[in-house]
């Protein structure tokens, strides 16, 4: 059964902690006196669990998210603040999605466009966007395999 995309908060054990530039929005685990936001930061996807969302945003491009495999899912990012978000780039497996928004939203329930496709072809897409909003998700409607929606990283900067 499908799920409407709630907001579930999750952890994101493993998480490194250091930062490639100050403009880089890194999801922060909640405490372990990491300077994380007040409200914390985490993940979740739907529907269903799929495999290890926290897997997206760990820092590792060894580690990978998968949906599971069907249409739509997606992969919410919670960034703890309202951000300006000028950039989102998405590092796929070899289950890519052939049709993909990137959206944000103030509160994860309502939702602005900020890219479109309808022929992605895997690989890295960065993306520059404009955008502002403190979830960011990757709301897939179309795989390009049998398999789901598979992202070593899923990375948001702004300011
Ligand atoms: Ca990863």
Same mark, same amino acid.
């Given at each position: 059964?499908? *799920?409407?995309?709630?907001?579930?908060? %999750?952890?994101?054990?493993?998480?490194?902690?250091? *930062?490639?530039?100050?403009?880089?929005?890194? !999801?922060?685990? *909640?405490? &372990?006196?990491?300077?994380?936001? /007040?409200?914390? &930061?985490?993940? $979740?996807?739907? /529907?269903? +669990?799929? !495999?290890? =969302?926290?897997?997206?945003?760990?820092?590792?491009?060894?580690?990978?998210?998968? $949906?599971?495999?069907?249409?739509?899912?997606?992969?919410?990012?919670?960034?703890?603040?309202?951000?300006?978000?000028?950039?989102? *780039?998405?590092?796929?497996?070899?289950?890519? @999605? %052939? &049709?993909?928004?990137?959206? +944000?939203? /103030?509160?994860?329930? $309502?939702?602005?466009?900020?890219?479109?496709?309808? $022929? @992605?072809?895997? @690989?890295?897409?960065?993306?520059?966007?404009?955008?502002?909003? %403190?979830?960011?998700?990757?709301?897939?409607?179309?795989? =390009?395999?049998?398999?789901?929606?598979? !992202?070593?990283?899923?990375?948001? !900067?702004?300011?």
């Amino acid at each position: 059964m499908r *799920r409407p995309p709630a907001p579930q908060r %999750r952890r994101l054990p493993g998480h490194r902690q250091r *930062r490639r530039h100050s403009r880089h929005l890194r !999801l922060r685990r *909640r405490g &372990a006196g990491s300077g994380a936001g /007040p409200t914390g &930061a985490g993940v $979740s996807v739907g /529907p269903g +669990t799929g !495999l290890g =969302a926290a897997n997206a945003v760990d820092g590792s491009e060894a580690t990978r998210w998968s $949906s599971d495999y069907v249409d739509p899912s997606w992969l919410v990012v919670d960034l703890g603040a309202t951000y300006s978000i000028s950039r989102v *780039r998405l590092s796929w497996e070899a289950a890519y @999605g %052939r &049709a993909y928004q990137i959206q +944000t939203s /103030p509160d994860g329930s $309502s939702w602005t466009t900020v890219y479109s496709t309808a $022929s @992605g072809d895997g @690989g890295v897409d960065d993306l520059t966007v404009s955008g502002t909003g %403190r979830y960011v998700r990757m709301y897939g409607t179309q795989r =390009a395999t049998q398999w789901g929606y598979s !992202l070593w990283s899923f990375q948001v !900067l702004g300011s």
